[in-house]
């Protein structure tokens, strides 16, 4: 709540602690899905790993989304 911020953004709010949060004064909150919020670096990390240790190791990233929402803006 301290920090010099506008929003911020994560996939790990509670209802309550995010409401209480908002209400002291905090920043405005977004909260996206864990899978959305993974989703974005999973292909960075795959290709670091690749990168680091060649064909040592075989890296793949799945495209099924496992986010129980189903509301998509």
Do not use: C, M, N
């Amino acid at each position: 709540a301290g920090s010099d911020v506008d929003v911020y953004v994560t996939s790990d709010l509670r209802h309550h602690r995010a409401a209480e949060f908002v209400e002291a004064g905090g920043p405005a909150l977004i909260d996206v899905a864990h899978w959305a919020a993974e989703w974005t670096w999973l292909p960075v990390v795959s290709g670091k790993l690749q990168a680091a240790l060649g064909d040592t190791v075989e890296t793949r990233v799945s495209a099924i989304r496992t986010d129980p929402w189903t509301a998509r803006i």
